[in-house]
């Protein structure tokens, strides 16, 4: 595996933009991927980006819910909301495939151990408005690693497909050549 | 990164509600208060158009089941307009089109 690209966020909601766009745009330039396979890779990207800075508390979404329901941000223990805290990224790539590391140092989770839906079908589905993002990234990528512990959590993320092929500009290759 | 909330209150007795621009975490919070305050305004029929919106995570489709619960609390209830494919898709995905009547237009959704 090539490491194609290293970008490091801070924990903060309003830079997940730059790092699906950065993310997304690597990879339609480097692998022969339609596009909506670059949709969803930009998707899963945002997802685990959002979920590693919920990791650091630094989103209080929890606080920012409707008014009847209002339950306060979680604390994180030696957090400060993002200001020194950072989210690693790392893109690397090989023939078959495209790897996507999203990496943070808060204090871990089980993906094992999220809340199940009730069917949607059922009334009380509308009281879970949360817990979507993990059930997305594992439709959106191929293949999808969490490995969690107290000292942080990363998401591994694949995507199969070929990579592109790079052609010289015409005017860089000699007329004789054959 | 902005996010465009226009509110149209041409066909009643729904509340178009359009959104332009990108929700994620950062942004979905913008949508949930306006929909907070349309309910406080006694808007209970509101229709939220999506065809204006070029992303959207998992934070945006909390804010809508959460308003869509609201709403129903309240005898209203809560429609889409979305005609993109990959919008769509995070529906389909989630099997939150079995819980949103999505339609292609707003005359569609008013009707």
Same mark, same amino acid.
């Given at each position: 595996? !090539?490491?194609?690209?290293?970008? !490091? ?12 766009? @950065?993310?997304? =745009? ?13 949709? *969803? %890779?930009?998707?899963? @990207? ?11 508390? =630094? ?35 090989? *023939? ?5 590391? @999203? ?9 094992? *151990?999220?809340?199940? &839906? ?5 009334? !009380? ?6 817990? %979507? ?7 959106? @990528? ?7 512990? =107290? ?15 790079? &052609?010289?500009? !015409? ?8 | 990164?902005?996010? /465009?909330? +226009? ?34 305004? /006694?808007?209970?029929?509101? $229709? ?26 309240? +005898? ?25 009547? $999505?339609? +292609?237009? $707003?005359?569609?959704?008013? /009707?």
């Amino acid at each position: 595996m !090539e490491l194609i690209l290293e970008l !490091e966020i801070p924990a903060r909601p309003e830079y997940i933009a730059i790092a699906r766009l @950065v993310v997304s =745009s690597v990879a339609s330039s480097r692998r022969n991927l339609p596009d909506d396979r670059i949709d *969803d %890779l930009k998707l899963a @990207v945002s997802e685990a980006c959002t979920n590693a800075i919920e990791a650091y508390g =630094s989103i209080a979404t929890e606080g920012m819910g409707w008014p009847d329901d209002r339950t306060p941000p979680k604390q994180v223990p030696g957090g400060n909301g993002g200001v020194t805290e950072r989210v690693r990224i790392l893109v690397a790539d090989d *023939d078959e495939k495209l790897e996507i590391k @999203v990496a943070d140092t808060g204090p871990g989770f089980n993906p094992d *151990d999220l809340p199940t &839906h009730p069917p949607v079908t059922d009334p !009380e589905r509308l009281n879970f408005e949360r817990g %979507l993002g993990i059930p997305l990234i594992r439709t959106l @990528v191929d293949d999808v690693e969490f490995a969690s512990s =107290s000292a942080g959590t990363s998401v591994l993320m694949t995507v199969y497909g070929e990579p592109l092929e790079m &052609h010289p500009p !015409e005017d860089l290759v000699p007329d004789d050549a054959d | 990164m902005d996010l /465009g909330l +226009d509110v149209d209150e041409n066909h009643p007795p729904f509340t178009v509600l359009s959104v332009k621009g990108e929700v994620d975490v950062y942004t979905a919070p913008r949508l949930r208060e306006k929909l907070v305050e349309l309910v406080s305004q /006694g808007k209970h029929q509101i $229709i939220v158009d999506l065809d204006g919106v070029d992303f959207l995570d998992s934070t945006g489709l909390g804010v809508l089941v959460g308003g869509l619960k609201r709403l129903r609390s309240h +005898d209203g209830d809560l429609g889409l307009v979305c005609n993109q494919q990959r919008i769509l898709k995070v529906f389909e995905i989630t099997g939150l089109t079995k819980v949103f009547a $999505i339609h +292609d237009s $707003i005359e569609a959704a008013a /009707g």
